[in-house]
């Protein structure tokens, strides 16, 4: 057996139905667990999100506002699964992966809170000043059997790292160079050097530049693509129905089909599952630990305030993003078609052709648009991700300088070259990170319990008294 056989077999593990399995059942768990609080008070934590920063708390500790942080972690979490991924799911698992996607980013609010809570409570401060945290340091600190603690700390790390090259590096910037390529004739050394040079300018500045560029970029990147899409489904909107019709009929149905007129796509529930819920991970990253890595920068005076801020990352990122991509192609016709080949569409290529099919040549430009600068972001959040990651491992600060200058050197390696291998090392690592995560996750989900009952109680209640004082007056 080959060492790249190994590799694919281990990849086929962890994205597997049993790691599913544990990702969605450890969602339920700490949903149950945290008395459905993370759904309950969504609300207001899409309204914190968009609040001002009170100056009253001016001293919290943190390098980045709670914003930025956000905005960080969602910078590696809207990415090519967005546009790629939903297409993907729903041709493997037909249109009804979109509502298993939707099933497991609900579960994901209450994981993706509690990595949150627990990577500003366990947090530490580094020799630079600097916040360090994530789910490494809260196995490390709350770990009462630290041998395990530490293990687990170390193997999460490790994974980390070596995936921020590849599934946070490479594979977005090949993703661009072949976009940009297919779209507009621009050599992939070309769009390798301009992405290497672009990295360089923000990487090399650390967390407040990364903090800045992304609190910009991914707004303004999300509302773009959201508009565009909302053009296309208006377009279609006669062919809407019937597409959301499809997406809930085969979500349920023991054995459904769907697809356009060139083509048919079959599949059962079970299937609709796997990729709906495969996809909605992958694109979310709900459980794999990364996101909580952003979620220590910022400045907070309660875990459990940046824990709910941090955890709408999963709701703009699937219940926004991946849906309004979902239903695109679904009012396209476009599911289910082939291509010149006689193989039917997936990927860039589907959504693409759903957009080309209410604007035209135009509609090929946006998803170029979309891909990189959506995957752009995707390498600056990740980058942060692998430094502290491989900071936890070694101490030396000069290792984040060269961590950070060989990282903006490979996104012109996987800009221009294809190295199947190297990816698939990076996709078995980055679903490796969810082990060691949900053990912790598990363990001290008693910790997440208590400060999510303290903070209701301390300051969500007497808000909301406070609110409905000011409304009578």
């Not at 565009?228 to 009929?249: K, M």
Request: hydrophobic share 50%; glycine share 10%.
């Amino acid at each position: 057996m080959s060492f790249s056989d190994i590799i694919s077999a281990v990849n086929n593990f962890v994205w597997g139905p049993v790691m599913l399995a544990l990702l969605m059942g450890t969602g339920i768990f700490l949903t149950v667990r945290l008395k459905f609080k993370p759904w309950l008070n969504l609300g207001y934590a899409l309204k914190s999100v968009f609040a001002k920063q009170d100056k009253t708390h001016s001293d919290d500790s943190g390098d980045i506002s709670p914003f930025q942080s956000l905005m960080t972690a969602l910078a590696a979490t809207i990415g090519t699964g967005n546009i790629v991924g939903v297409a993907t799911a729903m041709v493997l698992g037909g249109p009804g992966a979109l509502v298993w996607m939707w099933i497991s980013a609900l579960f994901g609010l209450s994981t993706k809170y509690a990595e949150s809570v627990l990577a500003v409570k366990y947090r530490e401060t580094n020799v630079k000043g600097e916040m360090a945290g994530g789910p490494m340091y809260a196995m490390k600190n709350g770990f009462k059997n630290k041998k395990i603690g530490l293990t687990l700390a170390f193997l999460f790390s490790l994974f980390a790292t070596v995936a921020s090259f590849g599934i946070g590096n490479m594979t977005q910037a090949n993703s661009i160079a072949g976009a940009v390529n297919g779209t507009f004739g621009v050599p992939t050394w070309i769009t390798g050097l301009i992405l290497m040079a672009l990295a360089f300018m923000v990487i090399l500045g650390g967390i407040k530049s990364i903090g800045r560029v992304s609190g910009v970029i991914v707004p303004f990147m999300a509302v773009f693509y959201v508009l565009a899409s909302i053009v296309v489904i208006i377009i279609n909107f006669e062919n809407l129905p019937a597409g959301i019709t499809e997406i809930f009929t085969m979500a349920f149905s023991p054995t459904a089909m769907a697809g356009g007129v060139g083509g048919t796509i079959i599949a059962t529930m079970l299937t609709a599952m796997r990729w709906g819920v495969a996809r909605g991970v992958f694109s979310n990253e709900a459980g794999l630990g990364s996101a909580p890595i952003a979620a220590a920068a910022a400045k907070t005076d309660h875990p459990s305030r940046q824990g709910y801020i941090n955890m709408t990352g999963t709701f703009f990122d699937t219940i926004v993003v991946c849906t309004i991509t979902g239903l695109v192609i679904a009012s396209s016709g476009a599911l289910g078609t082939l291509d010149a080949s006689g193989e039917i569409l997936m990927g860039a290529n589907l959504t693409i052709a759903a957009f080309q099919s209410a604007l035209g040549p135009v509609g090929g430009y946006i998803v170029t648009v979309g891909i990189t600068l959506f995957a752009f972001s995707t390498i600056l959040g990740w980058e942060y991700y692998g430094e502290k990651s491989l900071e936890y491992l070694i101490k030396a600060p000069i290792a984040v300088t060269i961590y950070r200058v060989l990282y903006c050197l490979v996104v012109f390696v996987g800009a221009t070259t294809a190295l199947e291998i190297v990816w698939n090392l990076s996709d078995a690592m980055n679903g490796m990170m969810a082990i060691p995560n949900l053990i912790s996750l598990l363990v001290l989900s008693s910790v997440v319990a208590k400060e999510c009952f303290e903070f209701q109680t301390d300051f969500l209640i007497p808000e909301k008294l406070a609110f409905k004082e000011a409304k009578k007056k």
